[in-house]
């Protein structure tokens, strides 16, 4: 394991259990239905609530939402990624309970499209998932889980509905979203939490990377490099250069630096085999120069379930630690 000690950066929580949990400290999982404004459709989330809800009627819990990566669902974290047993063990030794919210994103990349699809053209594309459930009348996906998911959260469950016990984690596309959205959003979520995110895709070298980075200045720069990704991209944000800086997690950084805001506290990881390794290591790299203060942590690992299922745990601790302390 590597992990930064530079002076901007806090010290990553690793979390090893005493004891494993009992059936008294299992916590409860539920697949619930709800209606999107911005999306204007029905969209799923799973939620997991802590062994304590049901026996403590007067608590109220901070809340964490976990986003998924591209091609996923709503069930990935807990069919893939063992995050209900992460958290039952976390919870039964010590680390501050939470509820956590699971939505589904589509392939949505957490953001409000440039370019939107209809849901009749959608619903004409073959795809793996049924339309009624992946295909929606706006792709402002963004502004669903920043304001409609959080508002039906907060309203349907007793949690503690304020930013400083409101969390964001997720995996690759979704490990984006959790940076972005913390970063876009910061009167809703205080904290982010990044499992190999794709956290700069305007990156263009070096490779492998070795400081100072260096990004591009036009869209166009970016589709040779995002390649596959490419098409993609240019419905999220097209070919203007200044929406996608709206978008870039970097960007938003040094624009809520600047304009003084609460800066959330943000936590991210990628494993030295992963294709993103690079992505990251410049966002710490550029995050650390600037010294907006951050936590970044290297494990041995790929962009697999593998990595994903073994370093929940990690992010969950380090949630847990900024959310609960408040």
């Not at 091609?71 to 063990?89: F, L, N, R």
């Not at 016990?165 to 979704?174: N, Y």
Request: glycine fraction near 10%.
């Amino acid at each position: 394991m590597a992990l930064s000690t530079t002076a901007c950066t806090r010290a990553v929580v690793l979390a090893s259990p005493t004891s494993e949990p009992s059936n008294s400290t299992r916590g409860t999982v539920s697949i619930e239905t709800f209606h999107s404004a911005a999306l204007g459709a029905d969209k799923r989330f799973v939620v997991y609530l802590p062994a304590s809800y049901e026996r403590d009627a007067s608590r109220r819990y901070p809340v964490a939402y976990y986003l998924h990566g591209l091609s996923g669902s709503q069930g990935d974290w807990t069919s893939k990624g063992d995050i209900i047993g992460a958290a039952d063990s976390l919870f039964a030794n010590g680390t501050p309970e939470m509820i956590v919210v699971m939505p589904d994103g589509d392939d949505g990349w957490y953001t409000s499209w440039t370019t939107e699809l209809s849901r009749r053209a959608c619903s004409d594309t073959l795809r793996q998932e049924s339309p009624s459930t992946y295909c929606v009348e706006h792709q402002r996906y963004d502004e669903y889980v920043a304001n409609d998911l959080v508002r039906f959260v907060d309203a349907h469950y007793r949690t503690r509905a304020d930013r400083g016990h409101r969390g964001i984690g997720g995996l690759s596309m979704g490990g984006y979203g959790a940076l972005a959205l913390s970063l876009k959003y910061p009167d809703v979520f205080s904290a982010g939490a990044s499992h190999s995110g794709v956290v700069a895709p305007m990156y263009a070298g070096p490779k492998p990377f070795v400081a100072p980075a260096k990004f591009v200045s036009t869209a166009a720069e970016v589709q040779p490099i995002a390649q596959g990704m490419w098409p993609r991209f240019l419905s999220y944000w097209g070919t203007d250069i200044a929406r996608w800086n709206e978008s870039d997690v970097l960007h938003l950084a040094m624009a809520l630096r600047d304009r003084h805001g609460a800066m959330p506290a943000l936590f991210f990881d990628c494993g030295v085999d992963d294709g993103y390794i690079d992505q990251n290591r410049a966002l710490h790299s550029e995050l650390t120069r600037l010294g907006i203060s951050h936590s970044y942590a290297e494990w041995p690992g790929a962009h697999t379930w593998l990595y994903w299922s073994t370093h929940v745990r990690q992010s969950l601790a380090w949630l847990g630690g900024q959310l609960g302390r408040q």
